[in-house]
């Protein structure tokens, strides 16, 4: 049975600083891992897919790369704004159809 | 081009009564998902749907809860009747394309709460 943690739970970084959130899952056997942001009592917004045979994407000030073999993502933030504090969510979509979400990472980016 | 929208936003009701939530997905979009997300956690697939066909129910409580998505466009779920522990956040998301690879799109959810 796929599992998704993510780690840490929480994350406060001053602003302009540099980060990294972490995703991690069981089951290598993945089609695709999709990362979310979600605001307070909003919905999620999806910021990056990465497909199966992708090793990164990339979108602004946003990198996400992909090692299945090890079970892991890593989401990079550069230059890190207080607009960023939200939580982060990362999904994995599996072999069998079924997509499993993480916990989230709460960030707060402080001015 | 008009993003999930869901209605309502919030509904608040006393436990065993009924509740009905509706989405309607980005157009031409063919796979619709309904996901529960309680507080402090990810959200939790309950159905999907391939265009009018649900192939994953796996996880919907069948004694309470219902959905529909007649012509393949529009869905409703319904749970009936509510439990105080059937507060939460209830998403729908879609997304283009069959089955594996397509990118999803959130709506901006129903908060229930069961007195």
């Known amino acids: 049975k796929q599992e998704v943690t993510q780690i840490p739970a929480a994350l406060s970084v001053p602003e302009g600083e540099n980060l990294v959130l972490n995703c991690s899952f069981t089951?290598?056997?993945?089609?695709?891992l999709q990362w979310f942001r979600q605001d307070p009592g909003k919905g999620l917004t999806s910021l990056l897919l990465?497909?199966?045979?992708?090793r990164e994407q990339t979108s602004g000030r946003l990198n996400a790369s992909l090692d299945k073999s090890s079970g892991r993502s890593t989401l990079y933030i550069a230059a890190s704004q207080p607009g960023d504090s939200a939580t982060y969510l990362c999904a994995v979509k599996t072999s069998y159809d079924k997509v499993i979400f993480g916990p989230g990472t709460s960030l707060s980016v402080i001015p | 081009e008009a993003g999930v929208v869901q209605s309502p936003r919030y509904k608040i009701i006393e436990k065993k009564q009924p509740v009905a939530f509706w989405c309607n997905p980005i157009?031409?979009?063919?796979?619709l998902y309904w996901y529960l997300q309680n507080l402090g956690q990810g959200p939790e697939l309950l159905i999907r749907y391939e265009n009018e066909e649900a192939v994953d129910d796996s996880q919907l409580p069948k004694d309470r809860f219902s959905a529909e998505r007649l012509k393949g466009v529009d869905s409703t779920l319904k749970i009936q009747p509510a439990e105080l522990g059937d507060s939460a956040v209830y998403l729908c998301?879609?997304?283009?394309?069959?089955?594996?690879?397509?990118?999803?799109?959130f709506g901006p959810g129903t908060r229930l709460t069961v007195l």
């Open positions: 990465i497909q199966s045979s992708q």
């Open positions: 089951d290598s056997a993945i089609y695709n």
């Open positions: 998301a879609s997304s283009l394309g069959l089955g594996r690879g397509g990118e999803q799109f």
């Open positions: 157009s031409g979009h063919n796979t």
